[in-house]
């Protein structure tokens, strides 16, 4: 869907912002491009819309040359997020995203009814569409971003860093989000980010550039973990490339142990073991430590945080994550309605590991 062939972009006091660089991103995925500040990956990424125009060399999508295209009317064939939304502040949300289908010759009613339809598919309610921009939170306003560049329905989608400039929680929600989207849509997205964990969690692809605008390596993030093309990349993408490696490990031989439990609003007596406390619908909500009773209703206030919570059937490094993360050394695991299932230890995974390795150490 994108390809770009021996492309250079040197500016006119001869910083050389990417070096003949020549890739191809397959239709229909996720690719990544990151690296450090500098590296050149937003400027490869707006010559794909002509935002920037290469110096030398070919930019194509869909098997056609960028440049034969008016830029006008080729950017309303693309959609671009970029950071903190850049939304128009003196228009409404649903304005915001009825903007290109509306400058493509949409009636405005029309443009109105598919940003409304929009909304909900990026999980935000119908009544913030007559809201303005200010009046929304910063991952309310990334999403009406998405959005508005879903909106003409576009093959592919540019995001230069859309969700750096939210808190870590709202960005994981916003990542799922994405990746939950393009599992409806199957666009070809080019999406370039400083975060190594981002490109990993979002990318079935991802080129990692140096200084200069030079490729180093190209490859899906397993292979890219597993073996670094040289010191560069080692180094960009962390020491601990053993433990994000477990993103990509398969989890079916993690099989979860029953655990003492207790229930929410329920009196109960000390026990010498941690205890798991569940809501009405059985979803985990803290842990009652050893040798702890209570005289009357059992209440959240009174028990400590469990750690994070590993989804079942998902990738060993949310087990381990899960394990190591909760004060009683269990990691509890849950359906995918959130509903406790059993708990897991660290040494179970590694056990896990170890034997999907063949039993070699």
Not at 24 to 47: E, H
Not at 135 to 146: I, T, Y
Not at 227 to 240: K, L, N, Y
Request: glycine share 12%; charged share 25%.
């Amino acid at each position: 869907m994108i390809e770009f062939q021996a492309v250079r972009k040197e500016y006119d006091n001869g910083t050389v912002a990417v070096h003949e660089l020549s890739l191809s991103v397959q239709s229909g995925t996720i690719t990544v491009l990151v690296g450090p500040s500098g590296c050149g990956k937003t400027t490869l990424m707006r010559m794909v819309n002509r935002m920037i125009e290469p110096s030398s060399g070919t930019v194509l999508v869909g098997g056609a040359d960028v440049r034969d295209r008016d830029p006008a009317q080729l950017r309303r064939g693309i959609g671009y997020v970029i950071q903190q939304a850049g939304l128009f502040p003196h228009r409404t949300v649903l304005d915001n995203i009825a903007t290109v289908p509306v400058l493509s010759g949409a009636s405005r009613r029309a443009a109105r009814t598919r940003a409304g339809e929009l909304l909900e598919l990026v999980g935000l309610p119908q009544h913030l569409g007559s809201r303005y921009p200010a009046q929304l939170s910063g991952g309310q306003q990334q999403r009406v971003g998405v959005a508005r560049a879903l909106a003409a329905d576009p093959p592919v989608l540019l995001m230069d860093e859309p969700f750096s400039a939210v808190d870590p929680v709202v960005r994981e929600g916003l990542q799922d989000e994405l990746l939950r989207l393009q599992g409806e849509l199957d666009k070809t997205v080019l999406f370039v980010t400083h975060d190594i964990d981002e490109a990993i969690k979002l990318g079935e692809k991802v080129a990692v550039l140096r200084q200069g605008g030079h490729l180093v390596q190209y490859a899906e993030p397993d292979d890219l973990l597993a073996e670094p093309a040289d010191d560069f990349v080692t180094s960009f993408v962390g020491r601990d490339r053993g433990y994000r490696r477990l993103s990509f490990v398969d989890s079916d031989g993690v099989r979860p142990k029953p655990v003492c439990t207790v229930d929410l609003g329920e009196r109960t007596q000390p026990n010498p073991e941690w205890r798991l406390a569940l809501d009405a619908a059985g979803r985990p909500r803290g842990w009652l430590p050893p040798g702890t009773g209570v005289d009357g209703p059992l209440t959240e206030d009174q028990l400590v945080a469990g750690g994070s919570l590993y989804t079942e059937h998902t990738s060993l490094r949310g087990a381990l994550d899960a394990a190591l993360s909760a004060p009683s050394g269990l990691g509890v695991v849950v359906d995918d309605d959130g509903r406790y299932v059993g708990v897991i230890t660290a040494r179970h995974v590694l056990d896990v590991l170890d034997q999907q390795r063949g039993g070699v150490p």
